[in-house]
């Protein structure tokens, strides 16, 4: 046990994560607690955009100058999380040229470098881009990988001594008088890495100090801590719709004041199109709407009008965890801050080891996780600076060596070429294995050498495996790789928790796809059901898993159909696993 002071961080989002790595770099003795896989909440909801500032520099210059300097630093120490796209504010012929003078003056403002193109010059880059298009403003926006940057910043805090728990829920807050001194979360799947079906069992983590960075979540746990004031997070869910190629290289801001459907972030295989801002009352239970989908395609058409004509594969929301001080009185979300802020209990509510961090944007993750570390190392009296800034995350530590790790590999396909660019760094130690390494996923081009490394940090856990690699996330949605993912967990797990794991990873592939049924997508999705319900039972039909009989004149009623000789027969309703009754 650590003589450090014991930390306790609930949440497991990048500012979660990023906590966890920045006081477990300053020798605290640090454990996490996560609800679900790591990114369950906003940060697994976004769409991939890595900040300029430019959103934010005419109506929030104090969050676009912090994203600006976020959106340095996260180049350097999270390279091989970021994809260096550029961005472009483009101006339709309706567009305010009042409003396009005021984004670049408040660029500059803000130390946002930024460009004025024609609508031509726009063109040459992005030839997709709608013809009307008069001029663009460049700015320095990316596209950023939220899974890859969120379990880099886990397998940091780990390796400096971190306890990271993921599937272990809050139940409650512990109290003795007016002190926090822990929480009891509920193991939803045994100790240890996760294994499916293993009995849950209830634990009680003691600490010094409790962080509360569960975003949208924060007032929960707030009232869990019996707080007299409430931690008045303003859920605001946002629709994301994702496209089967990318139609743009380069992210496309519509320049113009607020609005819905005003961007397209161009993210790895795929471009996402974003968003809404609608107000919700609870961070889980909201609705998912086709017209907001519908709204995606109908308006961002209008910037690259080729998206009329692609495939829509998925879609998914995320709730923004907006904090409003009490007595703003702001009536629209879209007008809350984008700023995040420490609330230190003892001091607003007479709750003494107890602070929350709420607001903020998944750019400033970092530093937001400085800002709170910094905070609870001046509680605790520890004197550590924050590193963070300037250490690499584990797969950046040298990112030039990618084209040295092609050579030694023979990496010229564009599948080794995408493995050594997700891995970055770790790509000699996680590619270097004996025997064949066969890709598993071919929309994303993942291998079986990075599926394994996945299982090895994730246990059986497909989804949390998916998260590491992008598995299961291409055009095909999973229809030709569940299975495959599934057949890797052998032989370390067995059958039963194979096929739990696989029907776990395949329907949450098949949530996000059924607000995109129609056109072509309507027949992939058919093609999936086909292999997976047909050909592998995985609709669990009723199907004979005892010695054929050979005289079964029906077989049509399940499992109470009986062969004419009147002897009982079984059916299978367990997409025909061996053993089943």
Same mark, same amino acid.
């Given at each position: 046990?650590?003589?450090?002071?014991?930390?306790?961080v609930?949440g497991?989002?990048?500012?979660?994560?990023?906590?966890?790595?920045?006081?477990?770099?300053?020798?605290?003795?640090?454990?996490?607690?996560?609800q679900?896989n790591?990114?369950?909440?906003?940060?697994?909801?976004m769409h991939?955009?890595?900040?300029?500032?430019g959103?934010?520099a005419?109506?929030d210059?104090?969050s676009?100058?912090?994203c600006?300097?976020?959106?340095?630093?996260?180049?350097?120490i999270?390279s091989?999380?970021v994809?260096?796209?550029?961005? #472009?504010?483009?101006?339709?012929?309706?567009?305010?040229?009042?409003?396009?003078?005021?984004? #670049?003056?408040?660029?500059?403002?803000?130390?946002?470098?930024v460009?004025?193109?024609?609508?031509?010059?726009?063109?040459?880059?992005?030839p997709y881009?709608?013809?009307?298009?008069?001029?663009?403003?460049?700015?320095?926006?990316?596209?950023?990988d939220?899974?890859?940057?969120?379990?880099a910043?886990?397998?940091?805090a780990?390796?400096?001594?971190?306890?990271?728990e993921?599937?272990a829920?809050?139940?409650?807050?512990?109290?003795e008088?007016?002190?926090?001194?822990?929480?009891?979360v509920?193991h939803e799947?045994?100790?240890?890495?996760?294994?499916?079906?293993?009995?849950?069992t209830?634990?009680?983590?003691?600490?010094d100090?409790?962080?509360?960075a569960?975003?949208?979540?924060?007032?929960?746990?707030?009232?869990m801590?019996?707080?007299e004031?409430?931690?008045?997070?303003?859920?605001?869910?946002?629709?994301?719709?994702?496209?089967?190629?990318?139609?743009?290289?380069?992210?496309i801001?519509?320049?113009?004041?607020?609005?819905?459907?005003?961007?397209?972030?161009?993210?790895?295989?795929?471009?996402?199109?974003?968003?809404?801002?609608?107000?919700?009352d609870?961070?889980?239970?909201?609705?998912?709407?086709q017209?907001?989908?519908?709204?995606?395609?109908?308006?961002?058409?209008?910037?690259?009008?080729?998206?009329e004509?692609?495939?829509?594969?998925?879609?998914?929301?995320g709730?923004?965890? #907006?904090?409003e001080?009490?007595?703003?009185?702001?009536?629209?979300?879209?007008?809350?801050?984008?700023?995040?802020?420490?609330?230190?209990?003892s001091?607003?509510?007479?709750?003494?080891n107890?602070?929350?961090?709420?607001g903020?944007?998944?750019?400033?993750?970092?530093?937001?996780?400085?800002?709170?570390?910094?905070?609870v190392?001046?509680?605790?009296?520890?004197?550590?600076?924050?590193?963070?800034?300037?250490v690499?995350l584990?797969?950046?530590?040298?990112?030039?060596v990618?084209?040295?790790?092609m050579?030694?590999?023979?990496?010229?396909s564009?599948?080794?070429r995408?493995?050594?660019?997700?891995l970055?760094?770790r790509?000699?130690?996680v590619?270097?294995?004996d025997?064949?390494n066969?890709?598993?996923?071919?929309?994303?081009?993942?291998?079986?050498?990075?599926?394994?490394?996945?299982?090895?940090?994730?246990g059986s856990?497909?989804?949390?495996?998916?998260l590491?690699?992008?598995?299961?996330?291409?055009?095909c949605?999973?229809?030709?790789?569940c299975h495959?993912?599934?057949s890797?967990?052998?032989?370390?797990?067995?059958?039963?928790?194979?096929?739990?794991?696989?029907?776990?990873?395949?329907?949450?592939?098949?949530?996000?796809e059924?607000?995109?049924?129609?056109?072509r997508?309507?027949?992939?999705?058919?093609l999936?059901?086909s #292999?997976?319900?047909?050909?592998?039972?995985?609709?669990?039909?009723?199907?004979?898993?005892d010695?054929?009989?050979?005289?079964?004149?029906?077989?049509?009623?399940?499992?109470?159909?009986?062969?004419?000789?009147g002897?009982?027969?079984?059916?299978a309703?367990?997409?025909?696993?061996r053993?089943?009754d």
């Open positions: 046990m650590s003589s450090q002071p014991h930390v306790l609930i497991g989002g990048s500012t979660g994560c990023g906590i966890a790595r920045d006081l477990a770099m300053r020798g605290l003795d640090v454990t996490l607690v996560e679900g790591l990114t369950h909440g906003t940060t697994g909801r991939g955009l890595l900040h300029s500032g959103r934010y005419v109506a210059q104090a676009a100058k912090e600006m300097i976020e959106n340095r630093i996260l180049r350097d999270a091989h999380c994809e260096e796209t550029g961005g #472009l504010f483009v101006k339709r012929p309706e567009d305010s040229e009042e409003y396009f003078q005021k984004k #670049l003056e408040g660029c500059k403002e803000c130390d946002i470098p460009e004025v193109l024609s609508g031509e010059e726009a063109r040459k880059e992005e881009l709608a013809k009307d298009v008069e001029k663009a403003i460049r700015v320095p926006d990316g596209a950023v939220p899974f890859r940057l969120c379990v910043n886990a397998a940091s780990e390796e400096h001594g971190a306890r990271i993921t599937h829920p809050v139940v409650d807050v512990l109290k008088g007016d002190e926090v001194v822990g929480v009891e509920e799947s045994g100790p240890g890495k996760r294994v499916h079906r293993e009995p849950g209830r634990e009680e983590i003691r600490a100090y409790v962080v509360n569960t975003g949208a979540w924060a007032g929960q746990i707030g009232e801590a019996g707080l004031q409430e931690i008045e997070v303003r859920p605001g869910k946002g629709v994301m719709t994702i496209m089967n190629t990318r139609q743009v290289d380069t992210v801001n519509r320049c113009k004041p607020k609005g819905d459907a005003d961007i397209v972030v161009p993210h790895e295989t795929t471009a996402i199109l974003g968003t809404t801002d609608v107000e919700v609870d961070p889980e239970d909201y609705p998912e709407e017209w907001e989908v519908d709204l995606m395609i109908d308006t961002l058409k209008e910037l690259v009008p080729i998206i004509e692609a495939r829509t594969i998925r879609s998914f929301w709730v923004r965890p #907006l904090y001080p009490p007595g703003t009185g702001t009536s629209d979300s879209t007008d809350i801050t984008r700023d995040f802020f420490l609330l230190d209990h001091e607003r509510d007479g709750v003494e107890f602070t929350s961090i709420v903020g944007k998944f750019t400033t993750y970092r530093m937001m996780g400085e800002d709170i570390s910094d905070h190392c001046d509680k605790l009296g520890v004197d550590a600076e924050c590193r963070t800034d300037e690499p584990p797969g950046s530590e040298d990112f030039s990618l084209r040295d790790y050579d030694e590999f023979g990496i010229r564009p599948i080794g995408r493995s050594a660019q997700r970055g760094s790509t000699d130690e590619l270097d294995v025997g064949p066969p890709t598993v996923c071919e929309c994303e081009a993942v291998t079986r050498a990075e599926v394994q490394d996945g299982i090895e940090g994730s856990d497909l989804n949390a495996v998916r590491r690699t992008r598995a299961s996330m291409g055009n949605q999973g229809a030709f790789c495959r993912m599934a890797e967990l052998y032989d370390e797990y067995d059958e039963e928790t194979a096929y739990d794991a696989w029907d776990e990873l395949y329907q949450e592939r098949w949530k996000g059924r607000h995109a049924m129609w056109g997508q309507l027949s992939q999705a058919a999936k059901y #292999l997976h319900g047909t050909t592998m039972n995985r609709d669990k039909d009723a199907a004979t898993t010695t054929v009989i050979s005289d079964f004149t029906a077989f049509d009623t399940g499992a109470g159909a009986s062969p004419s000789d002897t009982a027969g079984t059916a309703t367990d997409g025909g696993r053993g089943g």
